[in-house]
């Protein structure tokens, strides 16, 4: 069955880079979607189209794509960004699925 | 402001049934797909289902067929996901969620990510 294959844990320092992949065969042609979750709270959508950053989401958070892997580009990490990261797409037959999630540590 | 609110989550047997509820507003309900997402307790987001805006199209998770049904009331704003024969692994929050609507010159088409999320209910099947 398709997957969504994203590393388990990212840990970076305050103001540096943190970057999150996301790898799926479908990902060429399916747009992909970030999503920021703190303990207790409901995810919030931080990058749709790949790269587009909903209202509201600070500049720091940016999105790529190449080739069969997408990724979330947090530039000068703050305490704040700490959370987990769940990318998601959708399967050759439309049905929408989610990766297994990133914890991101900031040290 | 745009918000969806869920309800109906507790505690139930296996075997049993439990309808969930979602409360939108906001928004213009009816202009969007929706759909139900769930987190099992220390564990990543799954899908579960959506429905079209006019509730003709429904998808549902391969885990969840056969056992769950997702509605919607336009004129309530309100969306619904019926679970029967409940077992262990639903155990979970369950939220309820937008799908994106893409619009480009008057026409507009869902997208797969969901941009509003409601707070989550939670349900527990237990013995």
């Known amino acids: 069955s398709y997957e969504l294959t994203q590393p388990p844990s990212v840990s970076v320092s305050p103001g540096q880079t943190a970057r999150i992949t996301c790898s799926g065969d479908?990902?060429?042609?399916?747009?992909a979607y970030w999503y920021q979750q703190k303990p207790g709270q409901a995810p919030v959508l931080v990058i749709y189209k790949d790269s587009e950053r909903p209202s509201g989401i600070p500049e720091r958070f940016s999105g790529s794509s190449s080739g069969t892997t997408v990724t979330l580009t947090i530039s000068g990490v703050q305490a704040e960004d700490e959370a987990d990261y769940y990318c998601q797409s959708a399967d050759s037959s439309g049905t929408p699925l989610f990766g297994g999630g990133t914890k991101l540590t900031v040290l | 402001q745009v918000q969806l609110v869920e309800s109906g989550g507790g505690l139930v047997k296996p075997g049993g049934s439990l309808r969930l509820s979602c409360a939108a507003s906001?928004?213009?309900?009816?202009?969007?797909?929706m759909s139900w997402i769930r987190q099992a307790p220390g564990k990543g987001l799954e899908w579960v289902s959506y429905i079209s805006s006019s509730g003709s199209t429904i998808y549902y998770a391969d885990s969840v067929k056969g056992r769950f049904t997702i509605s919607r009331d336009n004129a309530k704003n309100s969306l619904y996901l019926q679970m029967n024969s409940l077992r262990a692994e639903d155990t979970a929050v369950y939220y309820c969620?937008?799908?994106?609507?893409?619009?480009?010159?008057?026409?507009?088409?869902?997208?797969?990510?969901?941009?509003?999320w409601g707070q989550g209910t939670t349900v527990t099947v237990s013995s």
């Open positions: 969620a937008r799908v994106i609507l893409y619009c480009t010159n008057g026409v507009c088409s869902p997208g797969y990510g969901m941009d509003v």
């Open positions: 479908a990902l060429p042609k399916q747009y």
């Open positions: 906001g928004f213009t309900f009816s202009d969007y797909y």
